[in-house]
Every structure is written in structure tokens, then in C-alpha cells.
Antibody, heavy 121, light 107 residues
Framework: QAQLVQSGAEVKKPGSSVRVSCKPS????????ISWVRQAPGQGLEWMGK????????NYAQKFQGRVTITADKSTSTAYMELSSLRSEDTAVYYC??????????????WGQGTQVTVSS | SYELTQPPSVSVSPGQTASITCSGD??????VTWYQQKSGQSPVLVMY???KRPSGIPERFSGSNSGDTATLTISGTQDMDEADYYC??????????FGGGTKLTVL
């Protein structure tokens, strides 16, 4: 089972952007679908969007449309999630997760270790 | 938008059976996935397509989905099963949706 390794913690000012990376520790990225899920302090899980790496097709949750961009660099087997116009409510742990979509089912079968993003003035 | 509802907390004695429910409109028409998240850790997939266990997940975990309710059942609950559990499904209007999570306490 592929392990996903994410970039380190970030502290950002309100109104700025953050970019978090996600890379499998083994294997290539080309056949993966990667989703991004965030978890605010003491709260539940919230799906932000996904990228089908082989096709460069993205799908974003309506809540984040226009503010989130998910990309994949096949040459480095790295996926990125960029969130712009940050506000305090975006303070959360951001996870990448390998996504399996099969016969109408979506599941996240391998997760990164999480990246803490803190938005504070 | 589609919503999944879970009880905030469930308590169980060691060795007993814990049932964690997840409710949604006509949920039986969708596949439900379950995740376990221990304190300070990343979530772990414990059930997919309602009732399928990934490799490495103990047989004491089982799942079902009928009517408006999906259930994750843990038989012979152990101390190590204490965690937050989240259900998740996919809906055409909302895409991926998670339940609010259930804190399982093993007393």
C-alpha cells in the first residue's frame, strides 16, 4: 500500500495562499487519483477535491470552487493543493489521500500524514 | 445537498459489540465507506462498498447498509478500537460527503 508523504506545516497571513505537496514514497503517481481532505481543529473530515493524475482531470467541492487548485506533476510524481484567499477558518490539517473509484463507490485507501496550515495575522 | 448523520458518541465495554450508525436519505442506494481515526493520526480505511474489509482490518469489523441507515459493527471490541469513526459516500449533488463522525469510547 503506497505511503503518501506531505510537505511540512505552514503559517500564513489572511488573504495569502498556501500550497501543500503530496508524493508517494514508492511507486509512480501516473495512475493515481488523489483527493484532498481537510479537518479543522476538533471537527470532522471535509472533502475539497480530487485530481485524476493520468488525465489531469480535476473535480472540486462546490464550497471551494474558485479558491482551490489541485495539480499533479507527473515528472516528479507529486500532487499539489493550493488554497487562496486564506481566512482564519481555513486553519486545519490538510490530508492527501489515494482515491479508488469503483462501481459507484469512492474510497480513500491510503492517506498522507497531514499538513497543519495555520492562518493567523 | 446530501447529508450523512452519525451519533456524536457511542460507548461500549471491552469484549462487547459496538454499533455505529450512519443515516442518509435512501442510503441503501449508495455505497458507504468507513474510516477509523485515532487521536492525532490520519484516518484509516476500515470498510468499503458497505461491507468489504480491506486487507489488514480485523474480522471483528463488519458493515451493512439497508434502508436509510448504514452500520459499522465491531464485535468483541478491544481497547485499541477506541477512535473516531467517519462514514462517507458519494452523491451526484454533493460529490464526496462525510458524516460528522462518532467517537467510540471503550469503557
Amino acid at each position: 500500500q503506497a505511503q503518501l508523504v506531505q510537505s511540512g506545516a505552514e503559517v500564513k497571513k489572511p488573504g495569502s495562499s498556501v500550497r501543500v505537496s503530496c508524493k508517494p514514497s514508492g511507486g509512480t503517481f501516473s495512475s493515481y487519483t488523489i483527493s484532498w481532505v481537510r479537518q479543522a481543529p476538533g471537527q470532522g473530515l471535509e472533502w475539497m477535491g480530487k485530481i485524476i493524475s493520468s488525465l489531469d482531470i480535476t473535480n472540486y467541492a462546490q464550497k471551494f470552487q474558485g479558491r482551490v487548485t489541485i495539480t499533479a506533476d507527473k515528472s516528479t510524481s507529486t500532487a499539489y493543493m493550493e488554497l487562496s484567499s486564506l481566512r482564519s477558518e481555513d486553519t486545519a490539517v490538510y490530508y492527501c489521500a489515494r482515491t479508488t473509484e469503483l462501481a459507484g463507490s469512492t474510497s480513500f485507501d491510503s492517506w498522507g500524514q497531514g499538513t497543519q496550515v495555520t492562518v493567523s495575522s | 445537498s446530501y447529508e450523512l448523520t452519525q451519533p456524536p458518541s457511542v460507548s461500549v465495554s471491552p469484549g462487547q459489540t459496538a454499533s455505529i450508525t450512519c443515516s442518509g436519505d435512501k442510503l441503501e442506494d449508495k455505497f458507504v465507506t468507513w474510516y477509523q481515526q485515532k487521536s492525532g493520526q490520519s484516518p484509516v480505511l476500515v470498510m468499503y462498498q458497505d461491507e468489504k474489509r480491506p486487507s489488514g482490518i480485523p474480522e471483528r469489523f463488519s458493515g451493512s447498509n439497508s434502508g436509510d441507515t448504514a452500520t459499522l459493527t465491531i464485535s468483541g471490541t478491544q481497547d485499541m478500537d477506541e477512535a473516531d469513526y467517519y462514514c462517507q459516500t458519494w452523491d451526484s449533488s454533493t460529490a464526496v460527503v462525510f458524516g460528522g463522525g462518532t467517537k467510540l469510547t471503550v469503557l
